[in-house]
């Protein structure tokens, strides 16, 4: 069931660099973590403002690869601490497999194909 209209999904994309930019200081996080989600917040926005839904600007990715986009970084998120060696780091760790378990959430939730996206 999709219950997430494109609309939606933007506004959760905005809240999303809201969080990504503020867990660093928030979570306390080190070095490598914070790092990258200040880079995240940063890539995250530019693909939110790009992707052709209603509360984008630029709209040169197709709100539909904005989905698959997503279908990729939901698991890397998860995985991310495993790779880049952070799991000792208890409150990192479950930041960034919580928000992997969110954007996969959000993602199987969204309808892609809505009527008010933009192409």
Do not use: C
Not at 24 to 32: A, D, I, K, W
């Amino acid at each position: 069931m999709k219950i997430i209209s494109p609309r939606a999904h933007g506004y959760l994309d905005f809240l999303t660099v809201i969080i990504f930019l503020l867990a660093p200081v928030l979570l306390n996080l080190s070095q490598v973590p914070a790092i990258l989600a200040y880079g995240l917040a940063f890539v995250h926005l530019a693909v939110t403002l790009s992707s052709g839904f209603p509360v984008s600007t630029i709209r040169i990715i197709p709100f539909t690869l904005q989905g698959w986009i997503e279908r990729v970084v939901g698991p890397v998120l998860i995985a991310v601490p495993f790779i880049l060696g952070f799991t000792e780091e208890v409150i990192a760790r479950n930041f960034y497999i919580v928000m992997g378990i969110i954007i996969i959430a959000v993602g199987l939730l969204t309808d892609y194909q809505g009527k008010n996206r933009s192409y």
